[in-house]
């Protein structure tokens, strides 16, 4: 199989229900955004993250898959089929439960920090940026245009994120710096 196709020079993409759409599509913007959180992540992780926050990354990647693949299904055909293209209720929860450890060893916020820090922390906050602009692009899709639980995840993962790079900047010993 090559990597290039020539179905999109003309500026279009195929979905997974065989619907032709501009590249420029809103829904094909929205799991770009995704695509390039992902990407964000994997930076992230090739920074240099202990074993620990590395396998969170990997299985956020791996679920981004999942949210990109129902983001390219406006027929929601795929979830019958494709087990491992599922969002669900108990990826949130592992986040949750992700979120609430890390931040039992932080020190509370009082005020704004500044995105930055590690090469790592700065990729976490980078990465966080995009999954709120995916989010956004998503919800400019229409309330029936993905399942609840995609929309859910995206923004559970952004909360992620940031809690993540300031976990990241605390163990690589960067001091945040307050707004």
């Known amino acids: 199989m090559k990597i290039y196709t020539r179905t999109g020079d003309a500026g279009e993409t195929g979905l997974f229900d065989g619907t032709r759409v501009s590249k420029a599509d809103p829904r094909v913007d929205a799991y770009g955004a995704i695509d390039e959180t992902n990407a964000w992540l994997g ?20 679920d981004l898959f999942a949210v990109g693949a129902r983001l390219a299904d406006p027929a929601q055909r795929i979830a019958e089929r494709v087990t491992k ?15 609430d450890a890390l931040e ?9 920090i500044l995105a930055g820090g590690s090469p ?7 990465a966080r940026t995009v999954c709120r602009r995916a ?6 899709l229409g309330a029936d245009a993905v399942e609840p639980e995609v929309l859910a995840y ?10 993540l ?3 990241v900047n605390k163990r690589a010993g960067v001091v945040e710096i307050q707004w």
Do not use: K, Y
């Open 43 to 62: 930076l992230a992780r090739a920074s240099g993250l202990d074993a620990e926050l590395a396998g969170m990354l990997e299985t956020i990647q791996r």
């Open 85 to 99: 293209a599922a969002v669900r209720a108990e990826a949130i929860a592992q986040m949750e439960s992700w979120i």
């Open 104 to 112: 039992g060893d932080l020190p509370p916020l009082r005020r704004f």
């Open 120 to 126: 790592a922390g700065a990729a976490l906050h980078l």
């Open 135 to 140: 989010e956004r692009r998503i919800v400019s």
């Open 154 to 163: 995206v923004n559970r993962l952004s909360d992620f994120l940031f809690v």
């Open 165 to 167: 790079a300031r976990a």
